[in-house]
């Protein structure tokens, strides 16, 4: 159950902290005094989607943090397998979700102080709380809900079932669209298949090499420029090691400095650069010769060379500015032409599965259109039961099938809830038939239906009495309270004929345009209730008439324990 409540920094409320017991517990105050927030918190706790809008004026974030006790063993198997396990969020048989929502809309969750998804918490929470929010009874009108109520009455074995059908029929429902997609694309896939074999066809025959095209540019080059080349590099032999040449005059260089150094011995480093100089000088004689002679005058060549190199340019000019791009596009042709040309088996992988997965499809409707026929009748008669305890006699609910002309995401049928006020109206569709107040009760009695169904411990109830007082307003009270002897139960109302039903009442008051809580003893929840009833707190006729409503819920709740 949920133990503790604490909340800074959300809406009117800057720091709360709420201590809640088992049983019904009731919040009452003023319109705009913040008590809705407390269940926008509880919902933000719970993975709700979060906003800047929900932080407090001049805070820097809204926190919330709410406890929960759980026990011993829980988690362990409720949803083992999950990662982690919920188990592993408990520690000393306590729970707690965190969520922090800053100023620039950006937020965290955490439970047990380790960081966690949204989502996550959010499935962790779907174990520990269920709100119903104000609008809830409006949701209660798309056949969709109506649809999920009906399935999830109807047993667990039955909602397996459900979710088996939804998986077969979303995995066939996507198999036929790429089957779909696959056969319209068949004549663009051939064309592409087509210039794709042309393409990696055309770069093979030529097979291009990486840096081709610049080295055969640079041979080109001295071939074409072969006589120039030839005579300027016999000029320069000449000038060099000719006779006369370079070679000689350092040659004798060298002999004057050897003779300078006979007289003077400082002159020495004169004489060995002059060596140096004489040896460089006859070895670049050397290399020029050796590249004089390489140089060769090869017509046939030089045209061979320009004709590759006119296939690699007719190459660049279509798949890239070079050789390594051109190689490139040819990996990528190539594995599109692989992927293009597995088609087929992909083709036939999926009308395989079409085939397979289209009468398993149909045969898991069938069940679960059994298991929504064969829940019907007990449905509608306990929904009937809770609305006469709710104070609606004659009230009738009648659970009807429309079917679909082909199968669509929930099954082969939709669930509607028709309602009527009395025997002597006809059955309509709820949002036709039914007035704000009576679709307040319908909403809960749904929920009354489905609380021996399922194990949510903590039940939240916000403003659900919209529409609804008197006689009506008792009557929900006492369905609130039988429903808190099971599990607790938190609600948010206006009606002191609800409020009057409370374990343990809180007033939310504001102050300073600041929220704050008071627990109610006896007396305070006579001030309160008389408040609710005449507007008054020191009315003696609004005393008089609490205390007549404590009376009245004390003998129902005796009577149901």
């Not at 006896?522 to 005393?543: C, K, N, P, V």
Request: glycine share 10%; proline share 3%.
């Amino acid at each position: 159950m949920l133990r503790e409540l604490h909340i800074s920094g959300l809406g009117v409320i800057r720091d709360l902290d709420l201590e809640l017991t088992e049983g019904l517990t009731v919040l009452t105050g003023e319109t705009g005094a913040g008590k809705t927030m407390l269940t926008v918190g509880l919902a933000l706790a719970g993975g709700a989607r979060a906003g800047a809008h929900l932080v407090a004026p001049g805070a820097r974030a809204a926190r919330v943090q709410a406890r929960f006790d759980v026990p011993e063993g829980w988690g362990a198997t409720t949803r083992a397998g999950s990662d982690p396990p919920d188990a592993d969020w408990v520690e000393d048989g306590e729970v707690i979700l965190a969520r922090t929502v800053g100023a620039d809309g950006k937020s965290s969750a955490r439970v047990g102080g380790q960081l966690t998804t949204a989502s996550a918490l959010s499935d962790l929470s779907a174990r520990l709380i269920e709100i119903h929010g104000q609008h809830g009874s409006l949701r209660l009108l798309d056949p969709s809900t109506q649809t999920a109520f009906l399935d999830r009455y109807a047993g667990a074995e039955h909602t397996a079932a459900v979710a088996s059908y939804v998986d077969s029929y979303r995995r066939a429902n996507a198999a036929r669209r790429a089957l779909r997609r696959l056969e319209d694309d068949a004549r663009d896939r051939e064309r592409e298949l087509d210039l794709l074999r042309y393409q990696v066809e055309e770069i093979r025959s030529v097979s291009p090499d990486p840096g081709e095209t610049d080295a055969l540019r640079s041979e080109e080059s001295r071939l074409a420029h072969g006589e120039r080349l030839l005579e300027l590099a016999t000029a320069a032999e000449e000038v060099l090691v000719g006779d006369g040449g370079v070679a000689e005059g350092s040659a004798s260089v060298v002999r004057a400095l050897e003779s300078i150094v006979e007289l003077d011995a400082d002159a020495a480093g004169l004489t060995d650069r002059a060596e140096a100089l004489a040896a460089e000088t006859s070895e670049l004689g050397r290399d020029l010769r050796g590249y004089r002679e390489s140089l060769a005058l090869d017509p046939d060549r030089l045209a061979s060379i320009r004709d590759r190199i006119g296939e690699l340019k007719g190459l660049q000019r279509k798949y890239g500015p070079g050789d390594a791009e051109v190689l490139a596009f040819l990996d990528e042709a190539t594995a599109r032409l692989g992927s293009l040309s597995g088609v087929d088996e992909r083709l036939e992988g999926l009308r395989h599965e079409v085939e397979t997965l289209g009468p398993a499809v149909t045969t898991l409707s069938e069940q679960v259109t059994a298991g929504r026929v064969g829940a019907t009748a007990a449905l509608a008669e306990a929904l009937e039961g809770e609305l006469q305890d709710l104070g609606m006699a004659g009230a009738g609910i009648q659970v009807t099938f429309e079917r679909s002309p082909e199968l669509g995401p929930s099954g082969a049928e939709r669930v509607e809830l028709r309602f009527r006020g009395s025997p002597a109206q006809q059955w309509l569709s709820l949002d036709k038939a039914a007035s704000g107040g009576e679709l307040s009760r319908v909403m809960l009695a749904c929920r009354s239906v489905l609380a021996d169904l399922d194990d949510v411990p903590t039940l939240i109830f916000d403003e659900v009495d919209a529409g609804i007082g008197g006689q009506a307003g008792l009557a929900v009270g006492r369905r609130l309270a039988r429903l808190a002897t099971t599990r607790q139960v938190v609600v948010v109302t206006h009606l002191p004929q609800i409020a009057c039903f409370a374990d343990r009442h809180v007033r939310v008051r504001k102050e300073e345009g600041l929220a704050h809580l008071d627990v109610l003893d006896d007396q305070e929840r006579i001030r309160e209730l008389s408040r609710m009833l005449a507007g008054l707190e020191a009315s003696e006729h609004g005393a008089s008439h609490a205390e007549e409503l404590l009376a009245e819920a004390a003998r129902s709740r005796q009577a149901v324990r």
